[in-house]
Every structure is written in structure tokens, then in C-alpha cells.
């Protein structure tokens, strides 16, 4: 785990390139921070995904 210990905070993290990017590094070991600018619910479904395999998100 290559991020073991850090955090990442990733913009646009709700969708697209910016949700491959947050799943990545969750499961590098990184706690995300999930960034989003109006769609709450999707940025919700990523971090709930992102725990679900074990890793720690916030939105």
C-alpha cells in the first residue's frame, strides 16, 4: 500500500476521472476526501463504495 498513512483530496471526485482517481488511491491506503461541487448523493455513493472495500472516505 503505497499511501498508507496519507490523505488525498480529490476534486471533482463524484464522477468520471475524479472517481477513478479517489478509488485508486483508497486502495493505495490513502483516506480520500471526496470533493464535489452540487451532486452530494454521487459523491455519497463514492465514499460509500470506497468503504465498503475497506478503505476510509469522507464527502
Do not use: D, F
Not at 11 to 22: H, L, Q
Amino acid at each position: 500500500m503505497l499511501l498508507e498513512g496519507k490523505v488525498a483530496v480529490v476534486t471533482g471526485a463524484s464522477r468520471g476521472i475524479g472517481r477513478a482517481i479517489a478509488e485508486e488511491m483508497a486502495a493505495e491506503g490513502a483516506r480520500v476526501v471526496v470533493n464535489y461541487h452540487s451532486n452530494a448523493a454521487a459523491a455519497e455513493e463514492v465514499v460509500s463504495g470506497i468503504t465498503g472495500r475497506g478503505g476510509t472516505a469522507v464527502a
